[in-house]
């Protein structure tokens, strides 16, 4: 699965977890913030608009944006048991 494009919607914070046999698990974490167009909603509307306005986006998740919004990661081999120790000093 590399690489991938997920969709993924706006309003939930996700975690994701990366495997393949004979590396280790990653998982990452992507987050639901407000958007800045919801704060500029906020700001520069008339309260009858920004009331409509910002339940619309928080109801349809247009009024967040995920942070990543992408994700690039690379897996680490497990270590084998055949990989000699190093000794400690």
Known sequence: MTPDDVAL??????????????????????????????WRNIVWLHPLGWLAGVLVDLNTGSG????PNAVSLTLVPVPSEADPIAPSP
Not at 13 to 20: A, C, D, G
Not at 22 to 29: D, E, K
């Open 9 to 38: 919607e706006r309003r939930y914070t996700y975690s994701l977890r990366f495997e393949k046999q004979g590396f280790q698990p990653r998982t990452v974490l992507i987050e639901a913030k407000p958007s800045r167009e919801l």
């Open 64 to 67: 967040y944006e995920l942070e």
